[in-house]
């Protein structure tokens, strides 16, 4: 069985950027704003990208998966647009290097034979979805590489035996998502698949390769239909999308207030199982309302409540019933030239020949130790105390998760 590892770019752009912080740069300078920052940038990109790929075993292809404008930012949204609340910090990052070098990283992984995937108008996250979808169809697995819980709705077990997974990345929580059903179906072994004398072919089964997955990492089982269904009713703050469920606040009329998790639960606790296509329908609205105002204490009207489902659905649901014709159609011809990629290239041959790499020694952040490949650079700790170094202007960043390390 054929292994597609799709990543998600932008994951591993931002992650790389606020890991590095403002080492390398001068006092009031930008980051990225001079060479120096511009190429600790470049490496911390592709020491993770190499990293990240070779830790992941079995893999036959990687597709990289790029944002464009998004078309859902045309939908109408109340106070606002479709991710209008997210705001770069102009202060201190030179975003106009940002983009131009993530582009030119994206070209150089183009040059080195990896599958670049961006299309006019579709999100990274469509095209996750539909390379899932296209893959699995015809017996190929695929692993999701993102932080994005929005792709937790795409994870499946087909009939064919392969399966859809979403992997995050992160050190700290570092986990593998699935149905019930791939977790299950990781103890099949597939007769006839194994050829003693032919060594590509072993550990090669579904099960083979999920038993190495979760070997590896944590595990948690996810329903991916209850995930769309819940993001469409609650909304994503994230991308400024509201709840279907939402009030002024009494005590300050400049704030809205959304329907919580919780009130969720126990709204649907009185209704049949729902899920998103049900909802789309129209033929639960009328009871889901009811719930709503008995939960809630409120007044709602089913067709208001029904205007929010589908414009939500268009805003958060990944399913060919809501991507554009358009872009499905372009994907499809994409789809069509798909060819074999390289898997693992270790980070100085992802750089070779650039003006980004060279064998001069270069002091980076800790994490640019921590890969995969065995690849080492001096760092500003101390080797003894594992301490940094006080060096002037440098302070090394950490996560939400407290470390610098992306893997």
């Known amino acids: 069985m054929k292994l597609n590892l799709i990543i998600d770019a932008s994951g591993i752009f931002y ?3 606020f890991t590095i912080g403002n080492y390398g740069t001068k006092k009031d300078e930008k980051l990225l704003y001079s060479e120096d920052s511009k190429g ?9 990208f190499a990293a990240l790929v070779k830790s992941v075993e079995n893999v036959n292809r990687v597709i990289v998966c790029l944002d464009s404008s998004s078309w859902r930012k045309k939908i109408q949204i109340e106070d606002g647009g479709y991710k209008s609340t997210r705001k770069k910090d102009e202060s201190s990052i030179d975003w106009n290097s940002f983009f131009e070098l993530t582009q030119e990283f994206t070209e150089i992984l183009g040059s080195r034979g990896y599958i670049i995937s961006k299309i006019k108008d579709a999100e990274a996250d469509d095209l996750l979805y539909l390379w899932s979808r296209e893959l699995n169809s015809v017996g190929e697995s695929v692993i999701l590489v993102t932080g994005d819980r929005d792709l937790h709705q795409v994870v499946q077990t087909c009939e064919n035996g392969c399966f859809t997974v979403a992997l995050d990345p992160v050190a700290q929580r570092r986990k593998i998502y699935l149905t019930k059903e791939t977790l299950e179906n990781r103890k099949i072994v597939e007769p006839g698949e194994v050829d003693l004398f032919n060594p590509d072919s072993w550990n090669s089964s579904a099960g083979d390769i999920l038993e190495n997955l ?12 209850e995930v769309a269904t819940k993001k469409v009713l609650l909304g ?21 207030r959304s329907m919580t998790e919780t009130k969720l639960n126990k709204v649907l606790s009185s209704l049949p199982p729902l899920n998103w296509k049900k909802l789309k329908t129209g033929e639960f609205t009328d009871f889901f309302t009811e719930s709503v105002n008995e939960v809630m204490k409120m007044n709602l009207e089913s067709s208001e409540i029904q205007q929010k489902i589908d414009r939500n659905i268009q805003l958060v649901v990944l399913d060919k019933a809501v991507i554009p014709e358009e872009i499905q159609q372009n994907f499809a011809m994409l789809a069509e030239r798909i060819t074999s990629s390289p898997v693992h290239i270790p980070r100085e041959q992802i750089l070779e020949g650039t003006q980004w790499w060279s064998e001069r020694k270069t002091i980076v952040p800790r994490s640019y130790s921590i890969s995969f490949d065995d690849i080492e650079e001096d760092s500003p700790f101390d080797v003894k105390t594992e301490e940094p170094k006080i060096t002037k202007g440098i302070s090394l960043p950490k996560d939400k998760g407290g470390s610098s390390a992306l893997f």
Not at 214 to 225: E, F, S, T
Not at 236 to 256: N, Y
């Open 214 to 225: 979760i070997a590896k990492n944590d595990h948690q089982i996810i329903d991916p239909v």
């Open 236 to 256: 994503d703050a994230g991308d400024a999308v509201p709840s279907v469920v939402t009030w002024i606040d009494k005590k300050d009329i400049t704030k809205t």
């Open 40 to 48: 600790i940038f470049m490496r911390k990109l592709a020491t993770d």
């Open 15 to 17: 992650r790389s950027l």
